[in-house]
């Protein structure tokens, strides 16, 4: 068999996808994402862009001092400004990629930019040579471009192509276009555009019509070689192109799209989870791929088949994308040992000793709680302990009662660690939940917007863990903090205080560095 075609994976979740409302990501979270992007094989990993905030800049630097195989990107509007932007923060990686855009289409040239057809041609010419002073890795993306007149295109995408542009980048920004459609205006611009074997072509596809993922399969067939895509899909208004799915159906479909990805499939449930977790942004049941029920046969008539071949009901293993069949796991006699294997099955083999640690502690405990113990619960609980790994917590839950039920207004009653100093309240609410926020906020005085409270209970059952997904926002700062425990009630508390303590390592994170170091002095954290 010939080799197969190379389909580029550009990934960018971490920019387009971070533009979904709400989606924001502190800088270590885009850290440790970067690093399952790179060990996953994704090509490309555009990390942000630089110019639009100092979290922005520093993710995109952090993220191109790390990463070792994939090529780290920026993105830039057609400034001098937001290139060197870009090149500041990528230099520190051995090869990067600039990726600078404008607006071609009659309805943005003239309410957005202002600008005529030779202005922007003008603007192109600048913006990618200059950008080509810095590397030879240059993408240029004709922003709008499925609502672009053709013939202009063509002498954008020509220009481009000569100042130094080696990827073409077609976005159908606004989720307009259909496959078919999408594939002619491909197959029209390899057609007419005299320069385009000198570059590779792109797709980029919002999903505004449902069609996003439909589209960049149908440009791939027409001669793309590229495809930009974010985790879970998530992206500005209805998402981008989801990655796993664009994966998922080149190789399941090999015999009709004969393409090789290099993607590591079996890193994509992790990759969907910490995605997921970053974000607060929970994954639809039935999304294909990584959904909860993705791989779930509810009916007998399916269980039967399945039984008998899982050929009848299964075009994917549930394997081949990194889900593990729920097992049953150890009980609460089960020794560390087995549960660090445990932890290297579940795809955990990384994580530091003082984690393992942490988890097994929990998991003695639950053990004691809960009957079963399954798979997802041994995620949640090391999930949980990196979350506490990775962040400095500035203020801890010591002790939480509440009282809930008809009749007398719900309280609860909570002992924090704040800085070293421990404080008692209790405070009534609509609820036991707005009681154990009130008691927070009580205990420490601060200003902010509840954005989103998510329960998500981890396993079946009444004894299940729920996993609670807290995010907060204070002017332009959001955070997003989760925690697991049987107990719904504590998970809630420790999740409000996990985003709390995320919001103020971003407000002050050197005065908060110095609080703690004396806290630890004083025998504390
Ligand atoms: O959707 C879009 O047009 C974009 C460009 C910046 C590539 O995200
Ligand atoms: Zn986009």
Redesign the pocket.
């Known amino acids: 068999m010939p080799d197969k075609d190379k389909v580029f994976i550009f990934d960018t979740t971490m920019r ?1 996808g971070e533009q979904s409302p709400g989606a924001s990501m502190s800088v270590e979270e885009k850290i440790q994402i970067s690093r399952v992007f790179d060990e996953m094989g994704i090509d490309i990993i555009e990390a942000g862009f630089p110019i639009s905030s100092p979290g922005d800049f520093e993710a995109v630097s952090a993220i191109s001092k790390s990463v070792k195989n994939s090529i780290p990107c920026g ?1 830039a509007r057609a400034t001098k400004k937001d290139i060197d932007a870009c090149h500041e923060s990528l230099k520190f990686a051995k090869r990067f990629r600039i990726h600078t ?1 404008i607006s071609t289409s009659p309805v943005h040239m003239k309410h957005k930019l202002n600008m005529n057809n030779e202005q922007v041609l003008g603007a192109i010419k600048e913006s990618v040579t200059y950008a080509r002073k810095f590397t030879d890795d240059v993408e240029w ?1 004709c ?2 471009g499925t609502r672009t007149d053709l013939d202009f295109m063509y002498k954008t995408i020509e220009l481009a192509i000569n100042c130094g542009a080696k990827t073409i ?1 077609i ?1 159908d ?1 606004v989720g307009y276009s259909i496959p078919e459609e999408f594939a002619k205006t491909i197959r029209s611009i390899k057609n007419n555009v005299p320069n385009i074997d000198k570059a590779i072509l792109s797709a ?1 596809c ?1 999903n505004d019509l449902g069609l996003a993922v439909a589209n960049a399969l149908s440009g791939l067939s027409a001669g793309v070689r590229q495809i930009e895509c974010t985790i879970n899909g998530i992206g500005e208004r209805a998402g981008n192109a989801a990655l796993e799915e664009i994966v998922m159906a080149i190789k399941t479909r090999e015999d009709l799209l004969p393409y090789e990805t290099g993607i590591k499939t079996e890193l994509i449930s992790k990759a969907s989870k910490i995605v997921s977790n970053a974000t607060g942004f929970p994954v639809q049941f039935n999304k294909a791929i990584v959904g909860k029920n993705a791989f779930a046969h509810e009916s007998g008539i399916h269980q039967d088949g399945m039984l008998k071949n899982r050929e009848t009901y299964e075009i994917m293993t549930p394997e081949s994308v990194g889900v593990k069949k729920t097992s049953l796991v150890m009980g609460k006699h089960s020794g560390r040992h087995a549960f660090k294997d445990k932890l290297n099955d579940l795809g955990y083999s990384d994580v530091t000793d003082d984690v393992v640690q942490a988890a097994f502690g929990k998991f003695k405990i639950l053990a004691d709680k809960k009957k079963h113990i399954y798979d997802e619960d041994i995620v949640a609980l090391v999930d949980d302990s990196l979350i506490i790994d990775n962040k400095i917590n500035a203020i801890n839950l010591k002790s939480l009662k509440v009282f809930a039920g008809t009749g007398e207004p719900q309280r609860a009653e909570m002992t924090l660690d704040v800085f070293g100093d421990i404080k008692k309240t209790s405070q009534t609410g609509d609820g036991p939940v707005d009681a154990i926020f009130k008691c927070i906020k009580d205990l420490y005085s601060h200003d902010v917007k509840l954005s989103l409270y998510q329960v998500h209970a981890v396993t079946e059952g009444t004894d299940a863990q729920a996993t609670v997904s807290v995010k907060i926002e204070e002017n332009d700062r959001t955070t997003v903090g989760q925690s697991a425990d049987t107990d719904t009630l504590v998970a809630s508390a420790n999740a409000y205080l996990n985003a709390l303590n995320k919001m103020l390592i971003k407000r002050e994170k050197k005065s908060l560095y110095k609080d703690i170091e004396k806290q630890k002095i004083r025998g504390g954290v």
């Open positions: 387009d993105l855009f993306s922003e709008d980048n976005p920004t980029h919002h």
